[in-house]
Structure formats: C-alpha cells, structure tokens
C-alpha cells in the first residue's frame, strides 16, 4: 500500500519570505500523480499544486512550485514571498494512476505566517 | 455549477442512533468518495465508487455503508454511531482519466458522538 510522510506537523515563517514543506511518500508504481492541498479554518480542501510522475519538469502555479525527485520519492512543497492568507494546513496527497484513481494523504503540516 | 454538495454541514448524535451523511455533485462525475478527517490528522478514504452500482470499501470502511443508485448521489449511512465516529467528513468527485486534475471536494460534515 502507498503510504505519505509529512515530517513537520508545524511550521512558520515571516511575511514576504520563503518556505518549503517537506513529504516524501512510498509506492511501487511508475505512474502516479501528486498533489498539494490547502485546508483553512473553514474546513475546504484548496488544490494547490499537482504534479504527475512521468513529467521531469517541476510544476509551478504562481508563488508556488515543487521540487519533485522521483528516485528519492520526495515531493517537497516551496512557498514563495508568504502572505498572511497563505496560513492554513496543507497536505501532502498521492494518487495511483489510473484504476479508482483514490487519494492518499500525509497528516499535515501547518503553516503560519508571521506577520 | 454548485459541484459537490454536503448536507448537513454539522451534526450531533447519541451514541447508537443512525443517520445518512447526503452528498450530491453536478458535474456528472463517474467517480464519488467519502473521506474521513480525524482531528490533527489526514483524510482516510471510506468507500468510494467507479459509477451507479458499483461501491467498493476503502481504508476505514466498519461501521458504514454507502450506495450509489445514481451518478449524482453518494450518500453514507452510520447504523450504530460511536464516539470514534466524531470526525469531520469529506466527499469528493471527479472523473477518470482527466490526469492529474484533481478532485473536487464538498465542504464537509462535522459529526461529533456523545
């Protein structure tokens, strides 16, 4: 069974500056995707950033971006010029490619921003 | 589009009563999950199901049951609460093969047990 690992259970960083969130994850297939989500206080799960196996380029969505190192099955999460709405638990998830497709989530970690 | 919808949004329920958590997308989504968020915790998949007819358990799946007799309507029914049910629920859709696009997530329900 595929497993996710979040090390850091809390985190926090200044305003403006950057921080990366740490997951590593354990699986046997080749073909897989990654996911970051974002739960705030109110409870909805935000996607974040996505990431599939077989593409080498790290994804990037804005002030967010991954470092994807498939041969070490890490899946590390940078966080670019922090904001205060940035607050919030954020989790590490992985999904198998193809069949039912279910996500696996790590147990969080969550960010604070300092203002 | 509403996407999916979780009703109701809070709960509390005795020891042994029953209940069915509702949840209902519109985005014909063939693929339904229920997940479960335990305080400081992950989500923990249920059940889920591949389409009308067809449910499947997933990591946590005593003391549930599901049915899908429709594309639109996953609903999760809990016979005999426990307290260990006190957690915060999430459905989520999305359709197969649509790559690394994610799932789309209801807002959740949060059941408390006394």
């Known amino acids: 069974a595929q497993t996710v690992t979040q090390s850091q259970p809390e985190m926090s960083v200044q305003e403006a500056e950057t921080v990366t969130l740490s997951c590593t994850y354990d699986t046997s297939e080749s073909d897989y995707y990654l996911f970051w989500y974002k739960q705030p206080p109110s409870r909805q799960m935000i996607l974040v950033i996505r990431?599939?196996?077989?593409?080498?380029q790290n994804a990037t969505e804005n002030r967010f971006s991954v470092n994807f190192q498939k041969a070490a099955k890490s899946f590390s999460l940078k966080i670019s010029d922090s904001q205060l709405g940035d607050a919030a638990m954020y989790f590490c998830?992985?999904?198998?490619?193809?069949?039912?497709?279910?996500?696996?989530f790590g147990t969080g970690t969550r960010l604070t921003i300092i203002p | 589009n509403a996407g999916v919808t979780q009703t109701p949004k809070f709960r509390i329920l005795k020891i042994g009563q029953s209940m069915t958590l509702q949840c209902t997308q519109d985005m014909n989504h063939n693929y339904m999950y229920w997940y479960r968020q335990d305080p400081g915790m992950g989500l923990k998949l249920i059940y889920y199901s591949v389409g009308a007819g067809i449910t499947d358990k997933g990591e946590v799946p005593n003391g549930y049951n599901v049915s899908r007799s429709t594309t639109e309507d996953f609903p999760l029914r809990l016979e005999l609460a426990a307290p260990s049910q006190t957690s915060v629920y999430f459905c989520a859709s999305r359709n197969p093969g649509q790559g690394a696009n994610g799932y789309t997530f209801g807002s959740g329900t949060r059941l408390t047990v006394v």
């Open positions: 998830a992985y999904s198998d490619f193809g069949g039912n497709e279910k996500l696996t």
């Open positions: 990431q599939e196996a077989y593409k080498q």
